[in-house]
Each structure stands twice: as structure tokens, then as C-alpha cells.
């Protein structure tokens, strides 16, 4: 392993055919000399609609597995992970060009830090984007930042879960991603905040496409009843883990 970024990629039908606009964006980002890129595309499922758009590329890796939902997949995707840092990509969404030398630039230069995010602009379906207020100072994220700022503003983070960048050894020991139906991503960046400092860039790294399919669309999304259950095992897993600390 080493000297490779994989790209982890969790998909089912209905986001299938937005995999070529990932792929674009990923085929023009440019990694230093001697680093390369691997793509991990993981079906949520094992049906027949995701195969037709998985890109014909020798950097690429298709796989299926039983439905569990967006955080099994990705998790599943891990066994091939055959590097030494893990960056997320949905589906439906799109990097913007640098994104990955730069977080690769900041977690190379620090072996302090963990993690790595950056700021995202909403892709309309006009093909506008749109950013939002709230993003912290560039630079380092210290431990349990992400978690307090979280727990004060009605569990909302500062920084989105969507644009991570991570330390493959520091994910796998966390277990991946969390078992949850929903959240898992921002319960695995809480996790990560609570053990190992972070970055965070200023510079736009995700565009997240906003379309009536996504999942964070639906109503069992936002069922009050469920998303208490779902931010109360969110926080008392980080919050058992900020007495650990990881290193390098």
C-alpha cells in the first residue's frame, strides 16, 4: 500500500447515471508525482441498473454486496482500499478541480493531523451552485470542535461530512462508518474529530448536487422520532471516544 488514494464510492440505481459526472471530475484531478488515484465504486445492492454507467478504466474497481444502505457499502468498499489515505465521493456528486492535492498537501505536511475537509457548493438542478455561511477558519480543526459546534447549533456540523479525506489505518480502526440508516457519515466525522485533529480548506472542494432523489430528500430522513435516536448514539459514540487519542 501507499503512495495511492482511493476514492470510495457508495451507489444504487436511482443515482447511477449521475456516476459519469463524478468520474469527469475525478479524471481531471492532478496528484503529485509518484501518487495515484484508485476508484472504488460499491453498489448499495446487487441489481442490474449501476453496471451500464461504471466507467471503462483500468483505476476503477466495481463491486456489489447485500443492501444495507449507504454506510455498508462504503464500509464493504474498504476491502479494497488499497491505500494509504481513503477520500469519500458520492455518487451524484462532483469534485472540484484540486480538491484531492489539496487535501493530500495538508495531511502529507502533518502527521498530526487525521482528516481532512473542505467547503462545499449545493449544485442546483439548474446547474447553479450556492454556498452557505458558517465555515470555520482554514487550517487546522482541533479535537471535539466539530463536536461541540455540532451539539450547539441543533446538530449541525461546520464542515460537511461529504468532502472527507482521511487516513485509511485512522478509519479502519473506527470500523468505518457507523451501522445507521442515515447520518452514518457525519457520526464517522464526529468520530474522527473526537480522537485526531483535522484540516479544513477554504478553497470549494465538493460540488453536492441537490436533486429530488438524493436521500437526504426523503421524509424518513427527517422523522423527528428517528433523527433523535440517530444524533443521541452520534454523540455518545464521540463522546466515549474523545478520552482515546490517535497518532501517526
Do not use: C
Not at 508525482?33 to 453496471?51: K, N, R, S
Not at 453536492?208 to 444524533?231: I, L, N
Amino acid at each position: 500500500m501507499g503512495r495511492r488514494v482511493v476514492i470510495i464510492t457508495a451507489v444504487h440505481g436511482p443515482s447511477a447515471p449521475f456516476l459519469t459526472g463524478a468520474y469527469d471530475s475525478l479524471r481531471e484531478q492532478r496528484l503529485p508525482d509518484g501518487w495515484e488515484w484508485h476508484w472504488v465504486i460499491q453498489e448499495d445492492g446487487q441489481g442490474t441498473e449501476v453496471a451500464p454507467h461504471v466507467p471503462d478504466d483500468d483505476r476503477v474497481t466495481f463491486r456489489q454486496g447485500r443492501s444495507g444502505g449507504p454506510g455498508v457499502a462504503r464500509t464493504l468498499a474498504l476491502g479494497h482500499a488499497d491505500g494509504e489515505y481513503v477520500k469519500v465521493l458520492d455518487a451524484d456528486d462532483q469534485l472540484a478541480p484540486g480538491a484531492l492535492a489539496r487535501d493530500l498537501a495538508a495531511l502529507e505536511s502533518d502527521p498530526t493531523l487525521g482528516w481532512a475537509t473542505s467547503r462545499v457548493l449545493d449544485l442546483l438542478p439548474d446547474g447553479t451552485t450556492a454556498g452557505f455561511p458558517g465555515d470555520p477558519a482554514p487550517g487546522p480543526i482541533e479535537r471535539r470542535a466539530v463536536l461541540d459546534h455540532w451539539a450547539a447549533h441543533d446538530y449541525r456540523a461546520q464542515v460537511h461530512p461529504a468532502t472527507l479525506f482521511v487516513r485509511r489505518d485512522l478509519l479502519v480502526a473506527l470500523g468505518g462508518w457507523m451501522a445507521l440508516p442515515a447520518s452514518e457519515d457525519t457520526g464517522l466525522l464526529l468520530a474522527l474529530n473526537a480522537v485526531a485533529r483535522g484540516w479544513f480548506s477554504a478553497e470549494v472542494g465538493l460540488l453536492y448536487r441537490k436533486w429530488p432523489g438524493q436521500a437526504t430528500s426523503q421524509p424518513s430522513h427527517t422523522d423527528a422520532a428517528e433523527r433523535d435516536v440517530r444524533m443521541a448514539v452520534v454523540e455518545a459514540r464521540a463522546r466515549a471516544l474523545h478520552g482515546l487519542r490517535w497518532s501517526a
